[in-house]
């Protein structure tokens, strides 16, 4: 063989880009190498055997939804960049997001035991630690009560790196409960204003003829009957009645599914007027929004500092908090 040969052949390895690429709905990712935008849009068609009446297909980035069409930004993304696949008339939506809310789907309540439970949840961190901004306080709890030995091994890391991941999750487990206080004193203080103007307004307005006390009318919404349809499990339904601030202590597919309810349907079930229950919702859908915007701002960031997979280990602050 000529060393032209060697030359022409190491040169092309050079200018080939590995990438992952996978459908919008399906889990399986397969790698190619591509040296340009259209020699990966003909590989993915390939390997993600896309009918040739659905092409041509569109490219975006599974951590956010960023449409692929210019070659030089392609050219400038890391090795190894995760891409979804959209056939025509396809749309890329939260649920596509990688390592976002997509490994949610995998229901932690079908787990056998409280051991292959915190497993789960420990795989999800190894694939992406971002995921503790999406878990629930109970998940977060389970974790931080694993002994850091067994931890250790589930995520080859060190019991050292395992301390500091676990302050981490006592430290979110505390802005939480933070969070949760503030919304509570702020509450009270508006509630005393009001009780306070109330109290002002009768002594200075002068004396009137009594009223006539008017017939309450009875719309069924004061009702605790949780027959109503509803997707939600009769756990979720109990912290959205009795948690001071709910939104906080659910994870992000379970805001979701509070989303997705009919108002109406959810204020039955919660034995709450509509109003309330729209409250909740709109309290529901700030909470994921924020939960959602910090995990893509994570992975703006990893994907701009050398192309690094995970996030690193070191950069999560070690100081435990106390609960």
């Known amino acids: ?108 309540d079908e787990v056998d035991s409280a051991a292959e439970k915190w497993k789960q949840l420990a795989r999800q961190l190894k694939d992406d630690l971002s995921n503790i901004i999406l878990m629930s306080e109970e998940d977060l709890q389970v974790l931080i009560d694993v002994p850091h030995s067994d931890l250790a091994e589930e995520l080859a890391q060190s019991e050292a790196k395992v301390q500091v991941l676990q302050d981490t999750l006592q430290q979110v487990l505390d802005r939480r409960e933070e969070e949760r206080q503030s919304r509570q004193l702020l509450e009270l203080y508006l509630e005393a204003l009001k009780t306070e103007d109330s109290v002002l307004s009768k002594v200075a307005e002068p004396e009137a003829a009594p009223r006539k006390e008017m017939d309450v009318v009875d719309t069924g919404t004061s009702s605790t009957d949780t027959s109503a349809t509803t997707a939600l499990s009769d756990q979720v339904l109990a912290a959205l009645k009795e948690k001071r601030a709910p939104e906080l202590c659910l994870d992000s597919q379970d805001l979701e599914l509070v989303l997705k309810e009919d108002a109406a349907a959810l204020a039955s079930a919660l034995g709450w007027d509509k ?34 997979k995970t996030l690193p280990w070191g950069d999560w602050p070690s100081a435990k908090r106390k609960k």
């Not at 200018?15 to 790698?31: A, F, I, T, Y």
């Not at 040739?52 to 980035?61: D, F, G, N, Q, S």
């Not at 924020?290 to 992975?299: D, E, I, N, S, Y």
Request: hydrophobic share 35%; with cysteine; net charge positive.
């Open 1 to 108: 063989k000529s060393p032209w040969g060697t030359a022409e052949r190491h040169l092309m390895a050079v200018r080939l880009k590995r990438c992952v690429v996978r459908r919008r709905d399906g889990p399986e990712q397969h790698g190619v190498a591509a040296s340009c935008l259209r020699e990966l849009r003909d590989k993915a068609c390939g390997v993600l055997a896309i009918d040739k009446a659905r092409e041509p297909i569109t490219l975006v980035l599974a951590e956010d939804g960023t449409i692929v069409d210019d070659e030089d930004y392609f050219l400038c993304l890391p090795p190894n960049t995760k891409f979804v696949a959209l056939a025509k008339d396809e749309k890329w939506s939260s649920k596509s997001l990688d390592s976002g809310t997509s490994w949610l789907s995998e229901s932690v």
């Open 275 to 308: 109003q309330k229950a729209g409250a909740l919702q709109e309290a529901c859908d700030q909470e994921l929004s924020k939960r959602l915007r910090q995990v893509q701002t994570l992975h703006s960031l990893r994907s701009t500092s050398k192309g690094k």
